[in-house]
Structure formats: structure tokens, C-alpha cells
């Protein structure tokens, strides 16, 4: 009578999925420090287990309670994340089936090749034999189109984060909206010829470029006072004062600085300072997110630094421009638009293109 063959245990590949597990209910805590002390039973348990033999009895229960642990945290008490039994549960089962379903379609790539034909589509329609002013129409459509893609990526990763998290990001948005508004406004000015006008003479409207990184900054501080954090770039005493100091500096500069019209010159150059001061300060406090972050979100808020630090950079060469030149307005503030637009906005969108992935995870 022929022997039947013993079956295999499945132990091993449930072993190695429980073990999965907790990686991946770890890496969906939004701080690093809070679970932190937990894991050392994670990083006891593998340094003794050689990965193909079964885990001891004590370690597999160990590793039970570790899990059955992360998922009271995570639905309980994370700060950021807002998780129910149910939803949780699908999320692991579907990142233990390596289901890629949640992989998200719209991406980087994808809003870049909307917004280039959306530009082209402007650029080819022959309503004008200018050139010249079918390329500065074009230019509003990709920044359109790229605003919306940020947005859109931005507030569809926020499904299962809590209120506050998302009332903080709807401040990013409204500045990422704004930041827009003010790139399509230097199209404006051009096409319209409004560069000699006292208000747009100094580098167009720059209040508007204030108004959203100031926006941006505020977001910023929300997220970053949710995870516990504190720093003197967080403070409203400190901020305001750090504004104050720049309008009482402009004012200054205004008086010394001989232009056409000072009034003007120095509002634009408060504007400028203002923006400087808050892309400084928004910096700070995404490096402070960035360090302390979990896995599900530093790639994207060090990409949001790098973004704030570049606009920092970037306002400080205009205000430098701005003090040399006089006055920026028709070949130079087009100029502008090319070089302070569409890095800044390419920025942007991988930021939430890389904040959509890491949290469809």
C-alpha cells in the first residue's frame, strides 16, 4: 500500500506573513517614537529566528500580541490616522495578498502629460497670428492643469486620516490654488501690457505669492502640532514678529532705494520679504515633520521641505533682482515666470504624487 507523501507544513509562510504583518501595522503609525519601545519585541524575536525554520511558540505569540497591540494603537490612538476595525483589516489583507489594486492611477507622469496637452492644445488653436500670445496662454493651462493634479492628490490620500490632519492639508491646497493664481497673474500682466502699472512695476502682485505660502506654512504647523511637536518656527508670537520686522525693513528700504513710485515699490517688497520670511519658517517645520515622521510619509514632506527651502531660495534671488533691477516688469518678470513657475509647481506635484503612493500603501 503505497504511502501517501506528508504534506507540508504551512507554518513557515505564515510565520513569514506574521511577521509582515507587523512590519506593515508599524510602518501606518504616523510616529516613529510612539510605537518605538513596542518593536524591540519585532527586533528581538528576528534576530533570533533564521527565517526558514518555525518560530518558537513564544515568539509566534509574541509577535500575536505585538499585532493585536499595533492595531489598538492604530485605530485608538494614532494621531494622524483614523482607522476602523473593518477598514484596517481589509488594508492588511490586501497588502498581505500583494494586491495592487491600491497602487494609485493618477500619478506624476500622468497629470505632466495632461498638462502638456492641454498647453499644446491652447498653443495650436490659430485664434491669434502672435506666436508670442499663443505661448503665454499656454503656459496658464499647464499651471491649470497642475494646480488641480496637486489638489486632487493631496485630498484623495486622506480617506483614512483624522479631521484635523485633512483641515490641515485643506490650508496647503488653498495655498497650492493660490500659488497658481499668482503664476497665471504674470501671464496676465503680459498679455494685457499692465507691466508699467505702479502695482504690477515691482515683480507683478506679489501679495498673492505671500498669502500662499503663508497658507502653506499654517497647514504645516497644524500636521505638526497634531504629532506632538513644538519649535519657536511654530510659534505666532515669533512669526508675527519675524513680519513685522520685514515690513518695518521695506519701509526702509522703500525710503533709501530711489524708485518712481516708493509706496509701491516698498508694498511689493514687504510681500516679498513676507514670503521669504514664511517659506523660512514652513522650511523648519517640515524638516521638523520629515525627522520624526514614519515611513508612510517622510519621502513626501522632505520633498515639501525641499520645496519651501527652494522657495525660500528663490525669493531671496527676487528680492536681489528687485533691489538691483529697480523694478521687474516685461522681459525680466517673463523671465520670471519660467525660472519661479514650473520647478516650484513640478515640486509641488511630486509631493503629492509621492504622498498618494506612500499612503495607498
Not at 483614512?160 to 500682466?189: D, M, S, W
Not at 528663490?314 to 523694478?327: I, K, N, P, Q, R
Amino acid at each position: 500500500m503505497p504511502i501517501d507523501p506528508v504534506p507540508q507544513s504551512p507554518i513557515v509562510i505564515q510565520d513569514h506573513q506574521l511577521v509582515d504583518s507587523v512590519v506593515y501595522l508599524a510602518s501606518l503609525s504616523s510616529s516613529v517614537k510612539a510605537i518605538d519601545h513596542q518593536m524591540d519585541t519585532l527586533r528581538s524575536v528576528t534576530s533570533r529566528w533564521d527565517g526558514e525554520s518555525p518560530l518558537k511558540e513564544l515568539d509566534r505569540t509574541e509577535l500575536l500580541q505585538l499585532a493585536d497591540w499595533l492595531k489598538e494603537y492604530l485605530i485608538n490612538s494614532d494621531t494622524l490616522r483614523e482607522f476602523t476595525k473593518a477598514s484596517l483589516d481589509e488594508r492588511l489583507q490586501t497588502y498581505l495578498r500583494h494586491d495592487t489594486t491600491r497602487t494609485p492611477r493618477v500619478s506624476f507622469q500622468s497629470v505632466i502629460v495632461v498638462a502638456v496637452l492641454a498647453a499644446l492644445l491652447v498653443f495650436a488653436i490659430p485664434y491669434t497670428p502672435s506666436l508670442t500670445t499663443r505661448a503665454l496662454l499656454a503656459s496658464p493651462a499647464f499651471l491649470v492643469v497642475g494646480v488641480i493634479g496637486v489638489v486632487w492628490l493631496y485630498l484623495s490620500s486622506l480617506a483614512n486620516f483624522k479631521p484635523e490632519l485633512r483641515r490641515a492639508f485643506l490650508y496647503i491646497c488653498a495655498g497650492t490654488v493660490t500659488l497658481g493664481i499668482f503664476f497665471v497673474h504674470f501671464v496676465l500682466v503680459q498679455l494685457f501690457a499692465a507691466g508699467e502699472q505702479p502695482l504690477f512695476r515691482y515683480g507683478g502682485f506679489v501679495a498673492l505669492g505671500a498669502c500662499s505660502i503663508i497658507f502653506m506654512y499654517w497647514g504645516l504647523v497644524l500636521a505638526a502640532r497634531l504629532l506632538g511637536y513644538t519649535s519657536r518656527f511654530m510659534s505666532l508670537r515669533v512669526y508675527g514678529a519675524s513680519l513685522a520686522a520685514t515690513t518695518v525693513l521695506s519701509a526702509l528700504v522703500a525710503s533709501i532705494r530711489p524708485t518712481a513710485q516708493p509706496a509701491y515699490f516698498g508694498f511689493t517688497f514687504a510681500c516679498l520679504l513676507a514670503l521669504t520670511v514664511s517659506a523660512l519658517f514652513g522650511a523648519k517645520v517640515a524638516q521638523l515633520i520629515y525627522r520624526g515622521a514614519a515611513a508612510a510619509y517622510v519621502v513626501s514632506i522632505r520633498w515639501f521641505y525641499i520645496f519651501m527651502l527652494g522657495t525660500f531660495l528663490g525669493s531671496t534671488a527676487y528680492e536681489t533682482a528687485l533691489l538691483v533691477l529697480g523694478h521687474l516688469s516685461g522681459a525680466p518678470l517673463s523671465a520670471s515666470l519660467g525660472l519661479f513657475a514650473i520647478p516650484p509647481l513640478l515640486l509641488l506635484l511630486y509631493t503629492g504624487h509621492s504622498f498618494k503612493k506612500e499612503t495607498s500603501r
